[in-house]
Structure formats: C-alpha cells, structure tokens
C-alpha cells in the first residue's frame, strides 16, 4: 500500500498539469482533396510524408506531411507545393497546444503561399509573429522552410 502514497500525488499533479486540448481538424487525405481539388490520383512518393498529386496524367502539385513540436506538443501540418516547388498552401492538421491555435488562421497560413526556397521564411521579417503561438508560429515556419529546402527543388 506504500505505492499509492508515493504515486497517487503524482498522478492528480498530472492529471490537473496535462489536460488533452488536442483537435485534429483534417485527416491526410481531406488535406489532400483541400490542397488539390482537381487531382484525380495521389501517388506515394515518400512513405506516409509525400505525394504525388495528378490530374488527367499531369501532375499539379505535390502535398508533404509534417510534423513540429510547438510549445510541448507535436503539430502535424502539410504543406502544398506546385510542381516548380513554390508553397501553393499550408494547413495545419492537427493542434494539440492548449492555447495557441491562432496558427490555423487562414490570413496566417497565406502567408507561406507563393515563398521559394530562397525566401527568407523568418518570423517577424517575411512572416508575423502570432502573439500567444510564438513557439508554434517559429516551428511552424522553420518546418515549411525545412520541407522547401528538402523538396522544393527535388520534386519535379
């Protein structure tokens, strides 16, 4: 009976420290037919991080999945790519923060479309900062230019 005085404090500070805020907002393949609309066909070129996205035999794009930690938790995100490799748009999967989900906001998440991988990608220089989500705006932002600098140029 000498574990229930040792764990018991432990387990109602964790059950009071670390409630579940998780929200999963889009599946892969919803975030897919968002990305590309007009695809008729999804080819796996990177096992479970990278499609190939198709239209009447033509590729439109490409659709990488990502995953960053924002303050403490994991955020799993996707981003669009045209077949040059410039970001055609980037949507935030799942959210598991308490607070700080601002990230998802449509006028934020425009912010990547049309960058390169030579644009600078930096918080507060070519993309703002979100007051409460500093963390998970910065990861964010260095995951897309990570995945820009990995497959930008390499996906045609």
């Not at 935030?92 to 989900?101: A, C, F, K, M, P």
């Not at 989500?133 to 820009?148: C, D, P």
Request: no cysteine; hydrophobic share 45%.
């Amino acid at each position: 009976m000498n574990w229930v005085r040792y764990t018991l404090p432990a387990a109602a500070i964790m059950s009071v420290a670390s409630p579940a805020y998780a929200v999963r907002y889009l599946s892969i393949d919803e975030a897919q037919k968002e990305a590309f609309p007009s695809a008729t066909h999804f080819t796996e070129v990177q096992a479970g991080r990278v499609w190939k996205a198709e239209a009447g035999g033509k590729v439109v794009g490409f659709f990488v999945f990502d995953r960053v930690v924002g303050k403490h938790l994991f955020i799993d995100y996707a981003v669009a790519l045209t077949p040059a490799g410039a970001v055609h748009k980037v949507e935030i999967l799942e959210y598991r923060e308490s607070y700080g989900g601002d990230i998802r906001s449509p006028s934020w998440l425009a912010q990547f479309v049309g960058k390169t991988s030579g644009s600078a990608l930096k918080i507060n220089g070519d993309i703002r900062n979100i007051a409460g989500a500093t963390l998970s705006s910065t990861h964010v932002t260095e995951g897309v230019k990570r995945i820009l600098a990995a497959y930008g140029n390499r996906l045609r």
